[in-house]
T-cell receptor, first 114, second 110 residues
Framework: SAVISQKPSRDICQRGTSLTIQCQVD?????MFWYRQQPGQSLTLIATANQGSEATYESGFVIDKFPISRPNLTFSTLTVSNMSPEDSSIYLC???????????FGPGTRLLVL | SQKIEQNSEALNIQEGKTATLTCNYT??????LQWYRQDPGRGPVFLLL?????KEKRKERLKVTFDTTLKQSLFHITASQPADSATYLC?????????FGRGTSLIVHP
């Protein structure tokens, strides 16, 4: 199974600023996923990131707010731009591996926006 | 639209009893279904996967069933322990966009 690390593990940010979250996988993967989980809620998919192409965003999420980079097959970043308190959440990256495909998650980044 | 339903209310049980969690899905024909454990503030951890042609799957104290007629999966933890307290998520699989249920919180009392 994939081992995924995320940085930072948590942060407290001021509104109007931006935070970039890094996700590193210990093996090469085609697709990486970014999720948000607000308190007491289910996982919500933000976007799917493929290496060498622009990320595909889900309804309600836009590139200007959540730009994503995918420079290689083991790394991705998600930026939360111009943050507001409503962006306070846990942000998770994940990958699919195996047959059938199973999702493996990073430990998450806990973000609090003041 | 595709929908996944898990009990939103927490399940409280006594240590040593069997916990049973339910996952119902609609407008789906998943090829398999996965169960995850999530602790507060942490990412989900994969537990078990069951394919559509499997009725039951076991792993240590865990047992999962998959009824494609009822469109339902049951997740059992036998001889439950306080350390089993967590939120358990189900995720029907087979499409490229992974979708997760809201999860059911399990609280095991000593």
């Amino acid at each position: 199974s994939a081992v995924i690390s995320q940085k930072p593990s948590r942060d407290i940010c001021q509104r109007g600023t931006s935070l970039t979250i890094q996700c590193q996988v210990d093996s090469q993967v085609t697709m990486m996923f970014w999720y948000r989980q607000q308190p007491g809620q289910s996982l919500t998919l933000i976007a799917t990131a493929n290496q060498g192409s622009e990320a595909t965003y889900e309804s309600g999420f836009v590139i200007d707010k959540f730009p994503i980079s995918r420079p290689n097959l083991t790394f991705s970043t998600l930026t939360v731009s111009n943050m507001s308190p409503e962006d306070s959440s846990i942000y998770l990256c994940s990958v699919s591996q195996g047959a059938p495909e199973t999702q493996y998650f990073g430990p998450g980044t806990r973000l609090l926006v003041l | 639209s595709q929908k996944i339903e898990q009990n939103s209310e927490a399940l409280n049980i006594q240590e040593g009893k069997t916990a049973t969690l339910t996952c119902n899905y609609t407008n789906y024909s998943p090829a398999y279904l996965q169960w995850y454990r999530q602790d507060p503030g942490r990412g989900p951890v994969f537990l078990l996967l069951i394919r559509e042609n499997e009725k039951e799957k076991r792993k240590e104290r865990l047992k999962v069933t998959f009824d494609t007629t009822l469109k339902q999966s049951l997740f059992h933890i036998t001889a439950s322990q306080p350390a089993d307290s967590a939120t358990y998520l189900c995720a029907p699989g087979g499409s490229y966009i992974p979708t997760f249920g809201r999860g059911t919180s399990l609280i095991v009392h000593p």
